[in-house]
């Protein structure tokens, strides 16, 4: 199995919230509960808050010792809530034209996360 994989299925396994945008799992350090990026091609993190670091088999002792983190935001599970509330609001309205403004906020959305994501990665 690649670190990679390693790493992701750690994740899942311990129930950690992360985001992972390649090459890095972006998550909250165990210590101080900032955000952090463990690098997926050699599982080493740090934290530039606490100054701690360390690699994957670091965090698993963390977690056997009951440290928790706290939940990460990611942007993608929050668009498809959004998106998915915005879908049940429409089926409930019987007015064509209140769905007409529920679609162009729905694409207001879209396009404010098609935004930040390549704001983000740009």
């Given at each position: 199995?690649?670190?990679?994989?390693?790493?992701?299925?750690?994740?899942?396994?311990?129930?950690?919230?992360?985001?992972?945008?390649?090459?890095?799992?972006?998550?909250?350090?165990?210590?101080?509960?900032n955000e952090i990026?463990?690098?997926?091609?050699?599982?080493?993190?740090?934290?530039?808050?606490?100054?701690?670091?360390?690699?994957?088999?670091?965090l698993k002792d963390l977690i056997t010792k009951g440290y928790i983190s706290k939940m990460i935001y990611n942007p993608r599970k929050e668009k498809n809530k959004i998106k998915q509330a915005i879908k049940l609001i429409k089926n409930e309205i019987n007015d064509p034209k209140i769905q007409a403004k529920i679609d162009e906020i729905n694409q207001q959305v879209e396009l404010l996360f098609i935004y930040f994501v390549e704001k983000e990665s740009g």
């Open positions: 199995m690649n670190i990679k994989l390693l790493c992701l299925s750690f994740f899942k396994e311990h129930k950690i919230n992360y985001y992972f945008r390649s090459p890095v799992i972006i998550f909250n350090c165990l210590y101080c509960k990026k463990l690098n997926v091609e050699n599982g080493e993190w740090n934290c530039n808050n606490c100054s701690k670091k360390g690699n994957l088999f670091d």
